[in-house]
């Protein structure tokens, strides 16, 4: 399945599942490119790993959707279900859910731990994201 098939799919929720394929194909070919960062999105994005039973995830599930509406068209806000993509999460570490990936296009992503509030992804997003 495309990207954009997986957008479509999405659009009732607005963030985007994504898998280990269109990870690879998309947003970062981590099993080629081993030593370094190399953004492949076309505008910045926020990666969440979470799993359906975790509280937190459950908590800022709501907050993503609105995110992902009010900044349509200028992030991509993908989740991973750790669940399912057990080695796409070790491959980036993930020890804790959620976890959050933000990742700029010209710059290392950054990462988070635990739930944050709106107010806080809000800032991140416009310092680090979109630096406005």
């Given at each position: 399945?495309r990207?954009?098939d997986?957008?479509?799919e999405?659009?009732?929720?607005?963030t985007?599942?994504?898998?280990?394929?269109?990870?690879?194909?998309?947003?970062?070919?981590f099993?080629?490119?081993?030593?370094?960062?190399?953004y492949?999105?076309?505008?910045?994005?926020?990666?969440?790993?979470?799993?359906?039973?975790?509280g937190?995830?459950?908590?800022?599930?709501?907050?993503?959707?609105e995110?992902?509406?009010?900044?349509?068209?200028r992030?991509?806000i993908?989740?991973?279900?750790?669940?399912?993509?057990?080695?796409?999460?070790?491959?980036?570490?993930?020890?804790?859910?959620?976890t959050?990936?933000?990742?700029?296009?010209?710059?290392?992503?950054?990462?988070?731990?635990?739930?944050?509030?709106?107010?806080?992804?809000?800032?991140?997003?416009?310092?680090?994201?979109?630096?406005?």
């Open positions: 399945m990207i954009t997986r957008i479509m999405a659009k009732r929720t607005k985007i599942p994504i898998g280990k394929e269109l990870f690879i194909k998309n947003i970062m070919d099993e080629t490119n081993t030593q370094e960062w190399v492949l999105g076309d505008k910045p994005c926020i990666i969440d790993f979470y799993a359906s039973w975790c937190p995830c459950a908590m800022i599930a709501p907050i993503l959707d995110l992902a509406e009010e900044y349509d068209g992030i991509d993908y989740k991973i279900n750790t669940e399912t993509e057990r080695e796409l999460a070790a491959a980036f570490g993930v020890r804790s859910i959620p959050l990936i933000f990742c700029p296009m010209d710059d290392n992503p950054h990462q988070y731990n635990g739930a944050l509030p709106k107010d806080e992804f809000v800032r991140i997003i416009d310092e680090l994201l979109l630096k406005s």
